[in-house]
């Protein structure tokens, strides 16, 4: 039976799996179609895709107990292009299967903090940290999903990781990922 670490370690490689498709779908967008202003939380796929990098970015630096706080988020530089920002995105994607990869059952529990600006700096558990940013990183994700369905380029399925039965759909992604 799996733990909640092992679900943590497949969930961030869940994450690296989804952005590498979702991202497939952008790279082949028309041009003008990233940038295009669309109904959503943000108003286009080029925010939506840098808003989800500047929050993974702030929350890494939380969990690795980092020098920049608050910083990581408010010094972001947004990208304009889709491939500099896939290539920083699937960074970020490795550098939290690395961090998942290395903290142990008991380090799930210890506390890290948060520097959250005007509310001052809040300790979190790393779970309760993963798990909110695995449900933001989904969140936003599934937003740029519906705007793509009003693009060029069909909206890639997201949910074919976990199941046995959906193997042969992710076997090549998988293998190519290196997950």
């Given at each position: 039976m799996a733990d909640l670490l092992d679900h943590f370690r497949r969930m961030a490689a869940n994450n690296l799996w989804s952005n590498d498709r979702l991202y497939r779908a952008v790279l082949a967008l028309r041009t003008g179609e990233f940038e295009t202003e669309r109904t959503s939380f943000f108003p286009s796929i080029r925010e939506?895709?840098?808003?989800?990098?500047?929050?993974?970015?702030?929350?890494?630096?939380?969990?690795?107990?980092?020098?920049?706080?608050?910083?990581?988020?408010d010094d972001f530089v947004a990208f304009h292009a889709p491939a500099p920002l896939f290539e920083a995105q699937t960074a970020a994607d490795r550098r939290l299967m690395v961090f998942c990869e290395k903290i142990t059952s008991a380090d799930l529990d210890r506390r890290v903090e948060t520097d959250r600006r005007e509310h001052g700096k809040i300790p979190e558990r790393i779970s309760d940290l993963l798990a909110h940013l695995f449900i933001h990183q989904i969140h936003h994700r599934g937003q740029?999903?519906?705007?793509?369905?009003?693009?060029?380029?069909?909206?890639?399925q997201l949910d074919e990781f976990f199941l046995d039965y959906d193997w042969k759909l992710r076997k090549e992604e998988v293998e190519r990922l290196k997950l």
């Open positions: 939506t895709l840098n808003h989800i990098l500047a929050v993974d970015l702030l929350y890494l630096d939380f969990l690795e107990e980092g020098p920049l706080g608050a910083a990581a988020f740029v999903h519906a705007m793509l369905a009003g693009t060029s380029v069909p909206p890639p």
